[in-house]
Structure formats: structure tokens, C-alpha cells
């Protein structure tokens, strides 16, 4: 069983920065592929970022050149550092993680394991 708690959201202005962590339990390492999810009130749920087993980085068009994620590999801990936030960037954000390779990154029921997810909340 693996559990993922995340951290660091927030609210900020438009232009600003945050960055989100999740830690997973146990040992998970480079079985994995892991990813970011977010979900604004009343829309669908919707893959923002995946690390995939052989450590390619796949993005949701609206955020490529302003989030990155990473993973650290000591820690296995994933990481989503976001910059120039916009409002529309506002939503509960979640980490998941699936063991094995990933047919389809931004799918949410590629993945088993699911965090209990961090607001991010952005101002104009």
C-alpha cells in the first residue's frame, strides 16, 4: 500500500510562485510514474504533470514553460514548482502515483494511489 500526502499550497497573487511536494510512504522508487492533478470547483479533474518510470516529464499544455515537475530521487519525494501563476490555475491539486508504465499520463484512472490533496488558490 502506498499513501501520498501533499504539501505547500497556497494563495498567492497573479505572477506569483509556489511549490508543491508530496511524500510518498514506503519505498516506491523508479516503479512508479507519478503525477499532478488538479480540480477547480465544478470542472473535471485534470492531469497537469507525470513523471514517467524512465523519468520523462510529460505537461498539460496551459502550463508548460511555467511548472516543472521533479522528483528527488533519495527521497522519491515529487515535486511541482509553479511560476507565474494565474487565476486559472486555481484548484485543489493532488498527487497520484501508478505502478508500472502509463498508457495515458493525464488519465486519472491510469493511477492507484491518490494524496488527499493542497488548494492553491490565485488572485488577480
Known amino acids: 500500500q502506498v499513501q501520498l500526502v501533499e504539501s505547500g499550497g497556497g494563495s498567492v497573487q497573479s505572477g506569483g510562485s509556489l511549490r508543491l511536494s508530496c511524500a510518498p510512504s514506503?519505498?516506491?522508487?523508479?516503479?512508479?510514474?507519478m503525477g499532478w492533478f488538479r480540480q477547480a470547483p465544478g470542472k473535471e479533474r485534470e492531469g497537469v504533470a507525470a513523471i514517467d518510470i524512465d523519468g520523462s516529464t510529460k505537461y498539460e499544455d496551459s502550463v508548460k514553460g511555467r511548472f516543472t515537475i521533479s522528483q528527488d530521487n533519495a527521497t522519491n519525494t515529487l515535486y511541482l514548482q509553479m511560476n507565474s501563476l494565474k487565476p486559472d490555475d486555481t484548484a485543489m491539486y493532488y498527487c497520484a502515483a501508478r505502478l508500472g508504465w502509463i498508457a495515458k499520463w493525464d488519465a486519472s484512472y491510469e493511477y492507484d494511489y491518490w494524496g488527499q490533496g493542497t488548494q492553491v488558490t490565485v488572485s488577480s
Open positions: 514506503g519505498d516506491i522508487g523508479s516503479r512508479y510514474c
